[in-house]
């Protein structure tokens, strides 16, 4: 990446800021997270299984001091379980003014999208994981899926799973 692409936040048109997401599949697709929800991005730590806790929240891992729950967005949005590898990564994000782990199968990199070029979901707020979908951007010929991270977790239920 070029200085001037580093030191300069919008587009050419002022009005039509340039947005970053950090990108991560899931399977076949590719998902994308605002880079301002993300506080760091790391390896598999091991995890404390906790009993009774939603299927999709693997456990707690110790972050430098800090207890973070950890999710599986795979389990969260329903797909098959898959074997966890050198791909494998755990992107930390903070919402709701609490920090979580989500598990995915691999980091893509990071992308700097128009915001013009970020189109909302065809099924709008429709049952399922499409509620945690907020725009949809064409990058390349596959179809990538912004993630909404704040509509993703739903801290009530996240607390009460992980409650000591």
Known sequence: MSQDARSTPTAARGDNPVLQFVGFRLGDEDYAIAITKIQEI???KPITRLPQAPDYIEGLINLRGAVIPVVSLRKRFGLPARELDDETRTIVVNVHEKTVGCVVDAVTQV???NRDQIQPSPLGSAAGSCRYVSGLAQLDERLLIMLDVEKLFQ?????AATAS
């Open 42 to 44: 790391i390896l598999m």
């Open 111 to 113: 992308m700097r999208i």
């Open 155 to 159: 801290f009530d239920e996240l607390a």
